[in-house]
């Protein structure tokens, strides 16, 4: 309706023409802006990372600087192995298509359920943090409306993302910068005001690892040592990032992709270590209803004059909750392309690959949204619950990236003049990340890690399920498109077989198919038109609409050869009737949806051939259940109601499949 198409412009934009060439230069990245959405979950987590390990360690807070450099050793190595993962996949995919190239596709199905769950847990971990930030400068008496507060944020960064990645990477910008002056400053504050106490600082940390030693043994250091680290692996999420939005980077991607990389790494080990050390600087502990950063800022402050102190802690946290915000944008962007690159291997419903006329994968940045605000609901907004459920599924998804990296650089040895060097980064990647997730999931467990697991588990068994029927009906449609393989085409051998070729007839009976490639199921929509009007028809037109998804969407040239399948596609059904004295042609386009794209050239056809009746062959399944109408495609129903609405004709062949 008008209405809703102009409401729908307003707020959500015009629609985009995927088939501009330049389209790809005007949504795509530059590495800051890269850097801003995608590398805005691992800067951002420095916001509750470095906090959850101080928090952990309560009585041996100096143990903190131990875990700040090994976590900056941490986010290198796992950088620079995902900087591999950039170069060897251009195209991004990240985790889900390491693991499904490189291992198996069942092991990339696992790293892409995992990250899947962990984009979720990102958006909702990053907008609950968020919401802390905002509400430790406010009155205590407002804390009970801080759960609303973050559910509104997960409505309109959804409703925000819908508009385009972009768009919505451009307006947070700002935002980002405030928070990037603001804790810098305040960090380069606290070193240069506690310049001459860094001595102290070293003997206290010697002494409290001492003590810690001689009081719980060994173990008992390790550990606590561990437990805080593992507390503190939320620091690590948003590395993978990168590697799985290289698609939406501007060239070239790798270098793009890499400097993007390099950027997040060093930002964030920054953070992360000037905040530990800020917090023992300045004696930093846990306060009541206020983050630990919060009483950073306030504490830093504190000698200034009141309004001026005010001021700057005030615009720090709104920076820092707006930063938190920013963040979620990376779960908006990697969750739907890990969902449409699952559904384009069939472990997904392949609806969840197509794209709005905004560009974006429409409907899994909704599944990531809703999906969120459930979680957000469920966990009352608790960041550190969220971040125990948070790491698991991180480390696991690093863990079979690497794997696979290792495998391949091994495997690649003979040919790859620097395989020695790579596999020693993948390798250190690997031996660090499965460190982490085994001390993450003993450590987490009791404590609501199971519910990861669990949680997983059953996303893996619902993709084994969609996985299994997509190949059974696979099956049945191969037995079909083997037909052409045989004596098929003898039952059109029986029709009039004339040697003169046919001429168009614009008034003649025209029988209008729609076709999905040059397939058994397009064959047999043609032998039962045939078959059910015998010479009723002297015209037959194939009409084939290339859909542009995720999988095509990637570059002009992918774009270019849908074009030119889609166009074969149709010659091979117009040649075939014209050799036996029908009068045949094809009309292809290009776009997002079928049934817009058949409603742009209905007017064409009908013009050209004004006695034509439209036909579209559907798969009738043996048991049709509410799984089969979810997962399959029943676009011909939708064609049918527009034409319809118009006064055309259009007829439903059943092609049934056995089962």
């Not at 905002?134 to 205590?140: D, H, R, T, V």
């Not at 991180?394 to 079979?400: A, E, H, N, Q």
Request: hydrophobic share 50%; aromatic share 12%; with cysteine.
């Amino acid at each position: 309706m008008p209405i809703i198409k102009a409401l729908k412009k307003i707020f959500i934009g015009k629609e985009k023409n995927p088939n501009d060439p330049k389209i790809f230069h005007k949504i795509a990245l530059i590495a800051f802006f890269a850097w801003v959405g995608l590398g805005s979950d691992g800067l951002s987590s420095s916001c509750y990372g470095p906090s959850e390990v101080m928090m952990a360690l309560k009585n041996h807070p100096h143990l903190s600087i131990l875990i700040a450099f090994g976590t900056m050793i941490t986010i290198f190595v796992i950088s620079s192995s995902y900087s591999q993962i950039i170069e060897l996949f251009p195209s991004g995919g990240g985790g889900y298509l390491v693991a499904s190239k490189l291992l198996t596709p069942h092991l990339g199905m696992i790293s892409g359920c995992a990250l899947l769950i962990d984009y979720v847990l990102t958006i909702t971990v990053s907008i609950a943090s968020g919401a802390d930030a905002f509400f430790s400068f406010l009155p205590a008496e407002f804390l009970n409306l801080k759960i609303y507060f973050a559910l509104t944020i997960v409505s309109i960064l959804t409703w925000v993302n819908m508009r385009g990645v972009k768009e919505s990477v451009t307006s947070l910008v700002p935002i980002f910068l405030v928070f990037i002056v603001t804790h810098v400053f305040i960090i380069l504050y606290a070193i240069f005001t506690h310049y001459f106490n860094f001595s102290n600082v070293a003997a206290e940390t010697a002494n409290e690892i001492s003590h810690t030693y001689y009081t719980l043994g060994i173990w008992g250091t390790l550990f606590i040592l561990i437990h805080a680290y593992s507390m503190g692996a939320g620091t690590f999420t948003g590395i993978e990032a990168v590697s799985n939005g290289v698609g939406i980077l501007k060239e070239p991607r790798v270098q793009t992709g890499k400097k993007t990389m390099l950027y997040m790494a060093v930002s964030l080990s920054f953070m992360v270590i000037g905040l530990v050390l800020a917090f023992v600087l300045f004696d930093v502990g846990h306060q009541p209803g206020k983050t630990i950063n919060a009483v950073l800022f306030e504490k830093a402050t504190s000698n200034w004059n009141p309004s001026i102190s005010y001021t700057f802690v005030i615009i720090t946290l709104i920076s820092e909750s707006a930063l938190l915000f920013v963040a979620a944008q990376t779960g908006f962007i990697g969750g739907p392309g890990v969902l449409s690159n699952m559904a384009l291997d069939r472990w997904m419903p392949t609806r969840f690959a197509s794209l709005s006329d905004r560009l974006v994968i429409q409907k899994g940045i909704l599944v990531m949204g809703i999906f969120s605000f459930v979680l957000m609901i469920f966990s009352s907004g608790s960041v550190t619950f969220l971040v125990v459920l948070y790491s698991i599924n991180v480390f696991l998804t690093f863990v079979l990236s690497q794997l696979g990296m290792v495998r391949h650089w091994w495997i690649e040895r003979h040919k790859e003049k620097k395989w020695f060097k790579k596999l020693m980064i993948n390798g250190l990647g690997l031996i660090l990340s499965l460190f982490i997730l085994i001390s993450v999931t003993v450590v987490k467990f009791n404590e609501g890690g199971w519910i990861t697991i669990f949680i997983t588990g059953m996303l893996v068994l619902f993709s084994l399920i969609i996985k299994r029927d997509y190949d059974k009906t696979g099956k049945e449609l191969t037995r079909l498109n083997k037909l052409l393989e045989k004596s098929i085409f003898s039952e059109i051998r029986n029709l009039q077989d004339v040697e003169q070729k046919p001429e168009y007839n614009k008034f003649g009976k025209t029988a209008v198919l729609l076709v999905n490639g040059f397939t058994g199921l397009g064959v047999h929509s043609l032998l039962n038109i045939i078959k059910l009007f015998s010479n009723t028809f002297k015209n037959y037109i194939f009409v084939e609409v290339g859909v542009i998804d995720a999988g095509v969407f990637k570059g002009v040239k992918d774009i270019e050869q849908l074009k030119s399948k889609i166009d074969y596609d149709v010659e091979q059904f117009s040649d075939l009737m014209l050799k036996h004295g029908y009068f045949s042609e094809g009309f292809t386009s290009t776009g997002l949806d079928v049934v817009e794209e058949v409603k742009k050239l209905v007017p064409q056809i009908r013009e050209r051939y004004p006695n034509s009746v439209f036909f579209g062959g559907q798969i009738v399944f043996p048991k049709e259940n509410l799984l089969t109408r979810f997962l399959h495609n029943y676009t011909v129903f939708s064609v049918q109601r527009e034409l319809y609405s118009e006064g055309i004709q259009f007829v439903i062949l059943p092609i049934k499949l056995q089962g």
